[in-house]
Nanobody
């Protein structure tokens, strides 16, 4: 059974930084793409960033491009999301997800396992 456990969320002032981590277990981590999504209250879940199995292919949502960085450490079975220059509109529950393939997709339906989410709150 695949388990994804996020950590690193919290409360930060606008302009600050946070690093989210997602530790995976249950299947060979290096064989699968990973993604980060977020969901604000009253909003649909949206794609934030995706990374291929090797880390060589990466994609960001336009809203976070230049501020967020996704990375992975296959030796530690962990994917990260470094978030800089945070804005109040980045406030959401952030979820990591694992795709059933080596390459990520941009839709929730492209992923088959999800973490429980971690809250990120950015104050103005």
């Amino acid at each position: 059974q695949v388990q994804l456990v996020e950590s690193g969320g919290g409360l930060v002032q606008a302009g600050g930084s946070l690093r989210l981590s997602c530790a995976a277990s249950g299947r060979t981590f290096s064989n699968y793409a990973m993604g980060w999504f977020r969901q604000a209250p009253g909003e649909d879940r949206e794609f934030v960033a995706g990374i291929s199995w090797s880390g060589t292919s990466i994609h960001y949502a336009d809203s976070v491009k230049g501020r967020f960085t996704i990375s992975r450490d296959n030796a530690k079975n962990t994917v990260y999301l470094q978030m800089n220059s945070l804005k109040p509109e980045d406030t959401a529950v952030y979820y990591c997800a694992q795709a059933p393939s080596r390459y990520y997709g941009l839709a929730s339906a492209d992923y088959d396992y999800w973490g429980q989410g971690t809250q990120v709150t950015v104050s103005s």
